[in-house]
């Protein structure tokens, strides 16, 4: 089935090079159409230009987007401009050769052929440019497939439109004026529309499904941007004698003053190859992904952004990938699921979800649903949790507890499937926990389910240990009085219970998509004193986990051994906590009204009854404030917060460690963003 989808491809390569070889071959009997005036004066050097309109756009894009460039994105950054020059230079030569545009000696270089060296360096200076624009505006959205039924009559549509103007092209060199004004254009329409025809062949669907749900708009300025620039540099050019298109090859026709028709053509035209090729890209590997994690044998390192790899193994599986897009109407529960669990993301942690956009997009995806379903049960938890019964509580984390060894089920024969009837047969059974004619009850037992669905793709990446630590976290919090912590030990293990588990999901699930995948049983050491959280020493252990590397590995991720991976860890655990500490003294007065509870560490008593703590639940009740009690209420929250960004300080490096820089640069971010938060206290 592969191979003849590659089989089919080819021939289809193929067919349009012969169609493209006898147009050259049939116009190439005339002679070369030499300029009468090709040593006129010239104003702008071909080489200044690039000084002047290339390079310096192509510079600042490449240092915004250096940060945040994948794997894929690179390959985008050599293949496409390498695919871009090969099928351009016969092309432009046969234009150059015929006269339909020349450029005075004086403006070049040199010339290759019958084209200028700068020439050949637009053909690459201007693929980078439109990619590297590309990459950047649409990286904070997800190329996600639009699930529906699509008439035949709108793809057919789509996919005829380059195959008429290739006819219309190569019916305009065989005219009448097939040398004359037609010549420029037809050029440009067969020209344009050979790569166009293949590459509108597997994304018709992906197109129409954009179009449809109001999601093309970055593509669009992906377009018109790098269009409408390099149109303004070509008057530019053009009125300082650069390079002149021939009157006689050309219709005469201008869009703007002194722009002819045929140079807006092309430029539209090639940034419209480019950006196709781009969603293409990301389409193919958004389905790929999908493809290799849905089935029992999934991968933990799938082809993804982040573990792309150039190579020939790869070709067959992107090839047929590519020819069956969208091939399936139905809609995906998978997909719905995640979308579902991102938009619970979007409301209970915005900052978590904004950060989380510099991340590449399937990481975005992976941590979006994960962060998602700890909210969830958290919400599920919390909920009037100041009147609820104990019983109830207890009865919500047993459920819970069922829940995460459902959905992260390591057996090798349990699919997506398999394991979202299993969380709906649990759910099912246990209905009763959540209030059946409260909306707000209904909204809870849709937001757990949909989040454990999406969480599960995870399975065998996170194991099932850390979820069961993250819901110890969750008791403290049931507790009858809410938790009561009189050492600092105490207050770490919960922080380590509720945000040092989900800083080692995180660190877990970024090596895995890199191609490291940890062993589920290894349990990484637990700090709880204030001196072995703050310390940056490194600490001996007699056990280091054991590692498992993809195929897809990349020569960084190959060097990372059994230490390093625990340091990253350890040290995501720590930042767990750092994070923690400061989201507990930001909350101190929202958890004291709303939820009757108080995380600071309280020592002393008062009155022989009542503590600090007492006081301080009933503080924001009275009219009467206590000034004192304020004050001690804030040395502590400093207190916290300065140890807090200690923490930060000694276990912000080992983000340095993680193999991905995308990653490493939307973590560093997400961990700042909180980091502010303490700032502003």
Same mark, same amino acid.
């Given at each position: ?17 012969l169609?493209s ?5 049939? %116009? ?5 159409s ?7 004066t ?9 000084l002047v ?9 490449y ?7 994948t ?8 293949i496409?401009?390498i ?5 351009t230079?016969p092309?432009?030569n +046969?234009?150059?050769r015929?006269?339909a #545009?020349?450029?005075? =000696? ?13 020439e050949y360096?637009?053909f ?5 440019i ?9 990286? #904070?959205?997800t190329p ?7 008439s035949?009559a709108?793809t *057919? ?5 380059p195959?008429?103007?290739?006819s219309l092209g190569?019916a305009?060199l065989?005219?009448?004026q097939g040398n004359g004004?037609?010549?420029?254009i ?8 050979v790569? *166009? ?11 129409i499904?954009l179009l449809?749900?109001?999601?093309a708009k970055?593509? *669009?300025?992906?377009?018109?941007i ?9 008057v530019?050019a053009l009125r300082?004698?650069?390079w002149h298109i021939?009157?006689?090859? $050309?219709l ?9 028709? @045929?140079e807006a053509?092309f ?10 090729a781009?969603?293409a890209?990301?389409r193919v590997?958004? %389905?790929?992904?999908k493809d290799?994690?849905?089935?029992a ?11 792309? =790899?150039?190579s ?6 992107i ?10 109407? @139905? ?6 699921a ?8 979007? &409301?209970a942690s915005?900052?978590?979800?904004t950060?989380?956009?510099?991340l590449?997009?399937?990481l ?5 649903c994960l962060? !998602?379903?700890?909210?969830?049960m958290?919400d599920f938890?919390?909920? +009037?949790?100041?009147?609820q019964? +104990? ?9 819970? =507890?069922?829940l995460?060894n459902?959905?992260?089920?390591g057996?090798?024969?349990m ?16 209905? $009763?926990l959540?209030?059946?004619?409260d909306? +707000?009850?209904?909204?809870q ?7 454990a669905q999406?969480?599960?793709?995870l399975r065998?990446?996170v194991p099932?240990h850390l979820w069961e630590?993250l819901l ?11 938790p009561?912590?009189t ?7 919960? !922080?380590?219970d509720?945000a040092g588990s989900?800083?080692e ?7 895995a998509?890199s ?6 049983e ?5 700090d709880?004193?204030e /001196?072995?959280?703050?310390s !940056?020493?490194t600490h001996?252990?007699t056990?280091v986990? /054991?590692?498992?590397?993809s195929a ?6 190959k060097k990372?051994?059994g230490?390093t991976?625990?340091?990253?860890l350890r040290?995501?655990r720590?930042?767990?906590?750092s994070?923690q500490?400061?989201?507990?003294? =930001?909350?101190v007065?929202k958890d004291a ?21 007492d006081?301080?639940?009933q503080?924001?009740?009275? @009219?009467?404030?206590?000034? &004192?009690?304020?004050?001690q ?10 140890f807090?960004?200690?923490?930060y300080?000694? $276990?912000?490096? !080992? ?7 995308p990653? %490493?640069t939307?973590?560093?971010?997400a961990?700042a ?8 206290i």
């Open positions: 089935m592969v191979w003849r989808s590659i089989h089919s491809s080819i021939s289809l390569v193929l067919l349009s090079l169609c070889a006898y147009v050259w071959i049939h %116009q190439s009997d005339s002679q070369i030499t300029p009468t005036n090709e040593n006129s010239c104003k702008l050097h071909y080489s200044h230009f690039h309109f290339t390079l310096p756009p192509l510079t600042i894009l240092v915004l987007a250096k940060p945040f460039l794997q894929l994105d690179y390959s985008k950054l050599i496409l401009p695919i871009a020059f090969v099928w230079t092309w432009d +046969e234009l150059v015929k006269g #545009w020349w450029y005075p =000696r004086s403006c070049v270089l040199a010339r290759i052929g019958y084209v200028p060296v700068e360096a637009f690459i200076l201007q693929s980078l439109t990619s590297l624009l590309t990459i950047l505006i649409t990286r #904070w959205s996600r497939s639009f699930d529906g039924k699509y035949s709108s *057919l549509m789509l996919t005829a439109v195959i008429l103007a290739f190569v305009g065989f005219g009448k004004h037609h010549f420029y037809s050029m440009i329409a067969w020209w344009a529309s790569p *166009l025809i293949l590459l509108w062949y597997g994304t018709r669907r992906s197109w499904g449809r749900n109001n999601q970055p593509w *669009l300025m992906c377009l018109f790098p269009t409408a620039y390099l149109c303004y540099a070509d530019f300082r004698g650069t021939t009157e006689a090859k $050309s005469e026709r201008f869009l703007v003053p002194d722009l002819p028709i @045929e053509t430029f539209f035209v090639t940034n419209l190859i480019l950006v196709s781009c969603f890209f990301d590997v958004w %389905q790929c992904r290799q994690c849905k089935n044998e999934r991968e933990f390192a799938p082809i993804s952004p982040t573990s792309f =790899r150039l020939w193994s790869v070709v067959p599986t090839w047929s990938t590519f020819l069956n897009l969208d091939s399936d109407p @139905e809609p995906s529960r998978s997909q719905s995640q979308d579902r669990a991102l938009s619970i993301l979007q &409301v915005k900052s978590f979800y950060a989380s956009t510099l590449p997009w399937d975005r995806i992976d941590l979006g962060y !998602a379903f700890a909210r969830a958290d938890i919390d909920v +009037e949790q100041v009147t019964d +104990e019983k109830i509580s207890h009865g919500k984390l047993d459920l819970l =507890r069922n995460v459902v959905a992260f089920d057996s090798q024969d699919t997506d499937e398999k394991v979202s009837k299993k969380i709906d047969k649990l759910l099912e059974k246990n209905v $009763s959540f209030p059946q004619h909306v +707000e009850g209904q909204k037992l849709e937001d757990i389910r949909t989040s999406a969480a599960s793709t065998g990446i099932v630590e110890d976290g969750y008791t403290t919090d049931c507790h009858k009085g809410g009561r912590f050492t600092f030990r105490q207050l770490a293990c919960y !922080a380590q509720v989900i800083g999901m995180c660190v877990r699930v970024v090596l998509r191609g490291v995948l940890v062993d589920n290894y349990r990484t050491v637990r709880l004193d /001196t072995s959280l703050t !940056a020493a001996k252990v056990t986990p /054991t590692l498992t590397l897809r590995a990349t020569a960084d991720t990372m051994d230490a991976v625990l340091k990253v040290d995501a720590r930042m767990g906590v994070l500490l400061i989201n507990i003294a =930001r909350d007065v009204n709303e939820l009757q509870r108080c995380y600071l560490v309280i020592e002393d008593k008062r009155n022989g009854r009542n503590t600090l703590r006081e301080l639940l503080v924001y009740q009275q @009219e009467d404030v206590n000034q &004192v009690l304020l004050e209420i804030f040395e502590k929250k400093m207190n916290l917060v300065r807090a960004r200690e923490i300080r000694v $276990s912000l490096p !080992a983000v340095s460690f993680l193999p991905d820089i990653a %490493q939307g973590l560093r971010v961990c963003v909180y980091l502010s938060i303490g700032m502003a």
